[in-house]
Each structure stands twice: as structure tokens, then as C-alpha cells.
């Protein structure tokens, strides 16, 4: 996987990617994959809420090559 990059870098494109924000001290950290959704003005977790300030952002990892249940 990629390294965490800090939210300011992360692409506004619609790309999905696995975004990083703090909840508290007391709950750590919560990780979703999201989007930028210009119609919001802000990151939207998929499918489609609304998600708090992430902090951090990397590219979601490629799926497995072999998707065949045996």
C-alpha cells in the first residue's frame, strides 16, 4: 500500500480513495473510503453520507487478481 498523504494532496476528481480522520482521543481513528463530492463541498464516504474532516488519504488498494470462489 501507499504511504498516508496528508487530505490537502488528495485528488477532488471523484476517485474513490481510503480516507483517514480522527474521532477522539478515546475512540482513535476511523478509516472509510470516500470521495471529494463537489456537490457537498466535502468528503462523502461511500455510498454516499457525509463524512467528517479526514486528515490523511491514500489510493485503495488493487483488487486480487483471482475473484473465482473454489
Given amino acids: 500500500m501507499s504511504e498516508w498523504q496528508p487530505i490537502e494532496t ?3 476528481d471523484g ?3 481510503l480516507l483517514l480522520f480522527q474521532q ?7 478509516l472509510f473510503v470516500g470521495r ?6 466535502g468528503w462523502l464516504s461511500i455510498p454516499g453520507a457525509y463524512a467528517k474532516r479526514p486528515t490523511h488519504w491514500q489510493p485503495l ?9 473454489g
Avoid at 24 to 30: L, V
Avoid at 61 to 69: H, K, M
Fill in 36 to 41: 471529494w463530492g463537489a456537490e457537498w463541498g
Fill in 15 to 17: 476517485r474513490k480513495n
Fill in 24 to 30: 477522539s482521543a478515546e475512540t482513535g481513528e476511523k
Fill in 61 to 69: 488498494p488493487a483488487p486480487p487478481q483471482n475473484t473465482t470462489r
Fill in 10 to 12: 488528495a485528488p477532488k
